[in-house]
């Protein structure tokens, strides 16, 4: 594989520690890391993703699609040769596993703003 076809990527989670940074190709999907994502999760982390379902991955602020690939996720300008590429990590539980919500109050509420214009 040529070395130019990898790409450094390291993953950022809630707290700000890291995962990474791993080599990839720029063929493998981002389904793949999110499963590398879940293998390697850190110990004693308070949130715990139970399956690739419940990991987003961010980057340039977009979620990205489970068939996409790293090369297809790249930002094409501003890259710095031999640099490492962060994702942001969430962890989403699924919705069928979470607790019901709690009742909205969406009466209208009195809002104060203080504005200056100079």
Avoid at 18 to 29: C, E, H, L, N, V
Wanted: proline content about 7%; some cysteine.
């Amino acid at each position: 594989m040529p070395e130019e076809d990898l790409v450094d990527i390291k993953f950022r989670l809630y707290d700000g520690s890291d995962i990474g940074p791993f080599r990839y190709s720029s063929a493998a999907t981002v389904d793949m890391l999110k499963q590398r994502i879940v293998s390697d999760w850190p110990k004693g982390k308070t949130v715990l993703p139970k399956s690739a379902n419940e990991v987003k991955l961010i980057s340039c602020g977009k979620i990205l699609e489970n068939n996409k690939t790293v090369g297809q996720c790249k930002v094409p300008f501003g890259e710095i040769a031999g640099g490492v590429i962060i994702m942001h990590v969430v962890v989403q539980p699924s919705l069928a596993k979470t607790k019901p919500e709690k009742k909205i109050d969406d009466s209208p509420k009195k809002v104060v703003c203080s504005c200056s214009i100079l």
